[in-house]
């Protein structure tokens, strides 16, 4: 009952810097939790950076701490990743995520896929050397 659309991907050279916007519409149930994975080519989707119902509490993994901010604005039932200092590395496919069922309060469900119940199609980021 809940959509995710991801935008502002796109192409910037190494060491420049986007802001992707995931907006949510049609839910039924409050999103506890909202997080920023990716996936690239051949590889599994990994965690990038998670931020709680109040917006109080983010969390980042260690690969883009002190480069990327999430943060969420609630009004617009929307959450932001701002990347800064970006590596070819991080070249994927960023996807949000949002858990409606509570489950990122349990264990260390908040940086993994299992924690979140609803996914977004996924917007293209690419690094270039």
């Known amino acids: 009952q809940v959509q995710l659309v991801e935008s502002g991907g796109g192409w910037v050279q190494a060491g420049g810097s986007l802001r992707l916007s995931c907006a949510a519409s049609?839910?039924?149930?409050?999103?506890?939790?909202m997080g920023w994975f990716r996936q690239a080519p051949g590889k599994e989707r990994e965690f990038g950076a998670a931020?709680?119902?109040?917006?109080?509490?983010?969390y980042y993994a260690d690969s883009v701490k002190g480069r990327f901010t999430i943060s969420r604005d609630n009004d617009k039932d929307t959450e932001y990743l701002q990347m800064n200092s970006l590596k070819p590395e991080a070249t994927a496919v960023f996807y949000c995520?949002?858990?409606?069922?509570?489950?990122?309060?349990?264990?260390?469900?908040?940086?993994?896929?299992?924690?979140?119940?609803?996914w977004g199609q996924g917007t293209q980021v690419t690094v270039s050397s």
């Open positions: 049609g839910r039924s149930f409050r999103l506890y939790a």
């Open positions: 995520a949002a858990d409606t069922r509570k489950t990122t309060y349990y264990g260390d469900s908040l940086f993994d896929n299992y924690g979140y119940d609803y």
């Open positions: 931020v709680t119902w109040s917006g109080g509490n983010t």
